[in-house]
Structures are given as C-alpha cells and as structure tokens.
C-alpha cells in the first residue's frame, strides 16, 4: 500500500521473506538488506532514504511517522489499504504470493558481501517456485 502511494526504496533484516523485496521491485524501488535489529534497519533505512521498512517479525518502520517500529502504525497502515481497497481480508491475502521461510543462522561478519551471496542463490534457484 504504502508504495503504490509513494514508491521508493525499502529495508528490512536478514530474517524477512523476500516478500518486501518483491513488492519492492513491482513498485520500482530498491531493496535493501539490513543486519537484525531494529537499529540496523533504522540506519539502512536513513543511508538509502527508505519509505519504509521492518523486520521479519512483522515490525513496520514507517520514517513519515517516526524512525522506530511501531506495531500501531503498521495496523493503521493495514487497515487503511483495506478500507481503501474494499477487499475482504481473504481476498486481498490472495492477491500476494505465498512465501516459504526456513529460519536457520548463521554467522555472518562485516566483510562478507551478504547482497552478493544473495544474486547466487537466486541464480542458483531462478528455475524453482
């Protein structure tokens, strides 16, 4: 919702789906990958001017209201696409597409390229759903 009004750049940590960066990409956008933690996603989001952004656990950080996770602004975010949109919540679930997500860690330190790692595996997987 937020970037079909205003389209532009999104964050959020290495623990998220590729939801957001999808709908990132359809809207015309970049996206960028953050270290967990708010904090890190908060200073991604200022270095790339981000519209908005999160974390894997579903925390909206929405930088037009404030530079902090706020579960409020992300319900009233949702809220308002679906009074606009007219939808019933099922029917407009249906209209992205499903995301598989295995939680595993690993250690990761500042040098690696983790952008760099993630165009291989997609380029090692491109020909998978």
């Not at 902090?68 to 009233?76: E, K």
């Amino acid at each position: 919702y937020v970037l079909s009004k205003t389209p532009g750049n999104t964050v959020s940590n290495l623990s998220s789906s590729r939801a957001l960066r999808d709908v990132t990409a359809k809207h015309g956008g970049t996206y960028y990958a953050a270290a967990v933690g708010e904090v890190n996603v908060v200073e991604k989001m200022r270095e790339v001017n981000a519209v908005i952004g999160g974390e894997g656990n579903g925390g909206v950080i929405y930088p037009a209201s404030h530079n902090g996770r706020d579960a409020l602004v992300g319900v009233a975010l949702f809220l308002t696409h679906l009074a606009k949109s007219g939808l019933k919540c099922s029917e407009m679930r249906k209209q992205y597409p499903a995301y598989f997500m295995s939680k595993n860690k690993i250690e990761l330190t500042p040098d690696i390229d983790v952008d760099g790692i993630l165009v291989k595996i997609k380029e090692l997987y491109t020909s998978e759903k």
